[in-house]
């Protein structure tokens, strides 16, 4: 089984760019959630999103937006880079799949640098 | 809203020892999920251990075994016989029980260092 893959790996954008993250969740999962980790900081939740919709955000400014496609993959969108966006991108997935229906599994995330 | 505080930075121990990471988190919830994730240099997130706040006894993993004290809301992980391959970033991470798809809170993180 597949596990969650996000692309790109790598991604160096100049500030006020526009920056586009990708994630595919595990087959049958159809929660998928996107957490910053800035360097030597732990992970803050960005975004759920569940059945195509946004169920939650967390305290990040509205230039940070995504979607959910009919798939179940995402998209992260954050426009008007700024230094401080230079992170770690998790993606993780989750969905009603026996007994693990309260895991995450998380993919190996998105390094974004904004020069 | 829930938070959660891993007060120790970095853990070392000596190959073959046992090392204890503490976690403390903050709710008003009576069920909810604990979950100890290792997050070594490759970057992905992996689950090391859970326990449902509804289950008295402590969840164990080969290894890794925590001390779930619900009244006190502490958390703590206790790695047996470290291995080199323990080496790595773990964060302790709370989750309400009321749905499936719910988010996940992180404590800061421990750096873990195993020396040989």
């Known amino acids: 089984e597949a596990g969650v893959t996000q692309s790109p790996t790598h991604l160096i954008k100049t500030r006020g760019q526009q920056a586009t993250l990708r994630c595919s969740p595990i087959s049958g999962h159809t929660s998928v959630y996107w957490y910053q980790q800035a360097l030597g900081l732990g992970l803050q939740f960005l975004l759920w999103?569940?059945?195509?919709?946004?169920?939650n955000r967390g305290n990040f400014p509205p230039r940070f937006s995504g979607r959910q496609f009919p798939n179940y993959s995402s998209e992260l969108n954050v426009n008007a880079l700024e230094l401080e966006d230079s992170a770690l991108y998790l993606c993780?997935?989750?969905?009603?799949?026996?007994?693990?229906?309260?895991?995450?599994?998380f993919g190996s995330g998105t390094r974004l640098t904004v020069v | 809203a829930q938070t959660v505080t891993q007060s120790q930075p970095e853990m070392s121990v000596q190959e073959a020892e046992t090392v204890t990471l503490s976690c403390t988190y903050d709710t008003s919830e009576s069920d909810y999920y604990l979950f100890w994730y290792k997050q070594p240099p490759s970057r992905q997130m992996i689950l090391v251990i859970r326990q449902e706040a509804y289950k008295q006894q402590n969840a164990t993993e080969n290894r890794f075994s925590v001390n779930f004290q619900k009244a006190a809301k502490s958390f703590s992980l206790k790695i047996s016989d470290s291995q080199l391959g323990d080496a790595a970033m773990y964060f302790c991470?709370?989750?309400?029980?009321?749905?499936?798809?719910?988010?996940?809170?992180f404590g800061g993180g421990t750096r873990v260092l195993v020396k040989p």
């Open positions: 991470a709370y989750r309400r029980a009321v749905a499936a798809g719910n988010k996940l809170t």
């Open positions: 993780a997935s989750s969905g009603w799949t026996g007994s693990e229906n309260y895991g995450y599994t």
């Open positions: 999103y569940d059945e195509g919709e946004e169920r």
